[in-house]
């Protein structure tokens, strides 16, 4: 893959976000669409987990982070627990679509690393139990190639179709699964954010016609 970006990025940890708050999109009356993927590397973590990670991998502060065996800590986005446990509650799939030439580690990452639910607007989740991250993706395909592979086997798998798919990942050759299979592709520059999520989803929407004041109409979406 391309290594363009500075730094192992695993140090210095990005101010976190404000967890209670769930993407603006995910409450907003509108259609979201089937399936949620994301890519691994600088998508949902910042760093190369086939370059900066070194095995083995022991969990911290409640398996809230993770350090290797040099004692580098690494952890998610600040955003992406409340990102995947707003999919997870509204009953929405989530995928993970990674190149990355590690797939062993980034598994054993995705097991380390645990989810904690944490929302405003689901007060039963300060009861919730963390769950091991790898546990809220339904379909997990992590291997080098080329993405369009990915998410042959994540339709296969899934039976939905790749327009009712939107992907997010930091790497913009993989745009290709946009113009080859439909799949809504949205370009991250910083990480996963609820607004990327945002974007993504609205970006997803526009195919469709879909636009803000259509909330107060009924939408259909095959």
Same mark, same amino acid.
């Given at each position: ?6 730094? !192992? ?36 973590? $910042? ?6 990670? +070194? ?10 982070? /993770? &350090?290797?065996?040099?004692?580098? +800590? ?5 955003? &992406?627990? !409340?990102?995947?446990?707003? /999919?997870? +509650?509204? +009953? ?7 190149? #990355?030439?590690? $797939?062993?580690?980034?598994? *054993? ?14 007060? #039963? ?9 790898? *546990?809220?993706?339904?379909? &997990?395909?992590? =291997? ?6 990915? =998410?042959? @086997? ?13 992907? =997010?990942? *930091? ?14 592709? /949205? ?5 996963? #954010?609820?607004?990327? &999520? ?6 997803? @929407? ?17």
């Amino acid at each position: 893959m391309a290594r363009t970006k500075s730094g !192992s990025g695993a140090k210095a940890q990005p101010a976190l976000e404000d967890p209670t708050v769930a993407p603006s999109t995910f409450n907003d009356g509108l259609p979201l669409p089937k399936l949620f993927v994301f890519d691994l590397d600088y998508t949902l973590w $910042p760093f190369w987990v086939d370059t900066h990670v +070194s095995p083995p991998l022991k969990a911290k502060d409640n398996n809230s982070r /993770c &350090v290797d065996r040099w004692g580098e +800590s690494f952890a998610f986005y600040p955003a &992406v627990s !409340s990102i995947l446990h707003a /999919c997870r +509650s509204r +009953s929405i799939p989530i995928g993970i679509a990674s190149r #990355t030439y590690a $797939p062993d580690i980034a598994r *054993d990452m995705l097991k380390t690393l645990h989810i904690i639910p944490s929302f405003s607007d689901n007060p #039963t989740a300060a009861n919730n139990r963390s769950v091991r991250a790898l *546990d809220y993706f339904d379909y &997990v395909q992590i =291997f080098p190639g080329d993405k369009s592979q990915h =998410f042959s @086997r994540i339709h296969q798998a899934s039976g939905i179709r790749y327009e009712d798919m939107l992907f =997010f990942d *930091d790497e913009a050759r993989n745009r290709n699964v946009q113009t080859e299979l439909g799949v809504s592709f /949205c370009l991250v520059r910083d990480g996963m #954010t609820r607004e990327e &999520v945002d974007r993504g989803v609205w970006d997803w @929407r526009k195919k469709l016609n879909i636009q803000a004041g259509d909330k107060d109409q009924e939408v259909e979406v095959e």
